[in-house]
């Protein structure tokens, strides 16, 4: 992990990167914010591999209408992001706990 301090001029640290990491992906990021993330990014593995899932979860979900889903399986998902937007960072590698937890949400 990478552990900068979030200052003008300076990298994001791990905790901003995920907090962060929709207005990457969403493009609404300032130019120079931008740079800051991606900087980031390049010298940490787990933020990098956070990114990642990020991007197959959206891959692999598409598009769900909120009216479409049942209400049950709205539930299992809102808190399923919630225990994963407060997992420790180190947790969001490669590897780490986002695709397991929807592949179990989905086989119920």
């Not at 552990?3 to 300032?30: K, N, W």
């Not at 598409?62 to 809102?78: M, N, Q, S």
């Not at 420790?88 to 937890?101: C, D, S």
Request: aromatic fraction near 8%; include cysteine.
């Amino acid at each position: 992990m990478n552990s900068q301090m979030s200052r003008a001029g300076q990298g994001f640290t791990c905790h901003e990167v995920i907090r962060l990491v929709t207005d990457y992906l969403d493009q609404v990021m300032p130019a120079a914010d931008r740079a800051r993330f991606e900087a980031h990014l390049q010298g940490c593995d787990g933020c990098d591999g956070y990114l990642e899932q990020i991007r197959t979860a959206i891959r692999v979900t598409g598009h769900v209408p909120p009216e479409t889903l049942p209400p049950e399986a709205r539930e299992r998902l809102l808190d399923a992001f919630r225990e994963w937007k407060t997992a420790e960072p180190a947790k969001a590698g490669r590897n780490g706990w986002l695709p397991g937890k929807l592949r179990q949400l989905f086989k119920r």
